[in-house]
């Protein structure tokens, strides 16, 4: 079989892998072994193929490797910012391509991971709102983000690098697409990054960010667990419709009602809000007081976020006082506002700068692309 007609098992569950055991022969009555060795190698070791497997008889290596294989997507490009902040471009498939951002700090490091290529809505200052979308992501292209991050980092036991504290501490889903329309995939992929035998990163420390998809928001609690950021942008609804468009399907008034009744919301778990900061629209000391009114009695964290320029953007950043003004009165009501420092701007890796080249294909060229079991 043609290693591209082969199934890749990154991704799958525990139940679909035992399947798989089953299918190439694997005793019942080893199956759970198998599968659970098969993940901690996929996922605490970081393999890419079969043969480094080495507590899996050859047998059992050789069954696996002739039907399925676990090799990473392929890395296009790879660039480093005068900050440290990486990116990469990840090619999924032909023509399939989106990109991941790993943000090193002092205390943490943040992998900001992509869930579609491309994006359905258009935020207007959004970058990659101005690429069709071309596919979801399926829950192994998204996880396989977090394995080429670690790949890159050295982060796996054994690897030259592995001593010291962990790089790769925080997960946020903020790199290209609306995570909430993609929810069967992204909550699978979340699942392994958090699962208990998989060098697991805490669900308090993953954030999931939606532009406001309200029906699958208390799915993000009851089924995956993480922490919830919306990008709110605005406090009225005539500009938020302007600016994040999704806001007149799903207007302030409901979205407020969907984050006060998020299952679970208290003062460790309280929502991010994101905020960019666009000169002379959404900056003013008025538009900061109408944010605090209608927060009130949400357990919140509003990060004000400078607004990124891309080719061809149409908005100017707020100037920097005017970003400690708004922020001063966000503060006064209670609530932390910290101002994000931009981040891998010379690569283009900023918040809302990620964009591929993928474009929409035809539905024909999309099913020869299809990844065949
Ligand atoms: N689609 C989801 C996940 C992407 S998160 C969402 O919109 O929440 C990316 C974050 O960066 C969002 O808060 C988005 O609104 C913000 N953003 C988009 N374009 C930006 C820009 N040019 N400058 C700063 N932030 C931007
Ligand atoms: Fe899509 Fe989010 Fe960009 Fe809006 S801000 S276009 S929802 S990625």
Redesign the pocket.
């Known amino acids: 079989m043609s290693q591209a007609a082969k199934e890749n098992l990154t991704g799958l569950d525990r139940t679909a892998l035992a399947e798989r055991f089953a299918q190439i022969g694997v005793p019942e009555r080893q199956v759970r072994m198998r599968t659970n060795q098969l993940w901690s190698w996929l996922y605490q070791r970081g393999a890419s193929d079969f043969e480094a497997m080495t507590n899996l008889s050859k047998d059992v290596r050789k069954n696996l490797d002739d039907q399925f294989t676990v090799t990473r997507p392929e890395i296009t490009s790879s660039q480093i910012s005068q900050d440290g902040t990486r990116k990469w471009l990840i090619r999924f498939a032909p023509g399939i391509e989106a990109e991941t951002v790993y943000i090193p700090e002092e205390d943490r490091g943040t992998l ?1 991971v992509s ?1 579609q290529v491309g ?1 359905t ?1 258009n ?1 207007s ?5 101005t690429q069709k979308l071309v596919r979801n992501l399926t829950a192994g292209e998204i996880i396989s983000q977090v394995l080429i991050a670690k790949d890159a980092l050295e982060e796996w036991p054994g690897s030259d690098d592995d001593t010291g504290p962990r790089k790769l501490t925080n997960i ?9 329309y993609n929810f069967d995939n992204v909550r699978d992929a979340l699942l392994i990054a958090s699962d208990p035998e998989a060098a697991p990163i805490s669900k308090r420390r993953i954030t999931l ?4 998809v309200i029906p699958e928001i208390p799915r993000v609690a009851d089924e995956i667990g993480v922490m919830l ?3 709110l ?1 605005a406090a009225r609804d005539d500009l938020r419709d302007e600016l ?1 468009p999704i806001n007149k399907k799903y207007p302030l008034k409901e979205l407020m009602k969907a984050c006060r009744n998020f299952p679970g919301l208290s003062n460790p778990k309280r929502i991010t809000f ?1 905020y ?1 900061m666009l000169k002379g629209l959404n900056d003013s000391i008025a538009d900061a007081k109408e944010l605090v009114r209608i927060l009130r009695g949400i357990p919140a964290k509003i990060n004000l ?6 080719p061809g ?1 149409a ?1 100017e ?1 707020s100037d920097w006082d005017q970003i400690e003004k708004f922020s001063d009165v966000i503060n006064n009501a209670g609530y932390a506002s910290p101002i994000r420092t ?1 981040r891998g701007r010379d690569i283009m890796a ?4 990620l964009k591929s080249e993928s474009e929409k294909l035809r539905a024909s060229e999309r099913r020869e692309q299809q990844p065949t079991a």
Do not use: D, K, R
């Open positions: 900001c869930s994006c809505l935020c200052f959004c970058h990659t709102g946020v889903m903020m790199g290209m697409g609306e995570p909430l960010s939606t532009s406001g950021a919306i990008s942008h994040v994101e960019v976020i400078p607004f990124n320029p891309w953007s908005y950043c931009p900023a918040c809302g700068q």
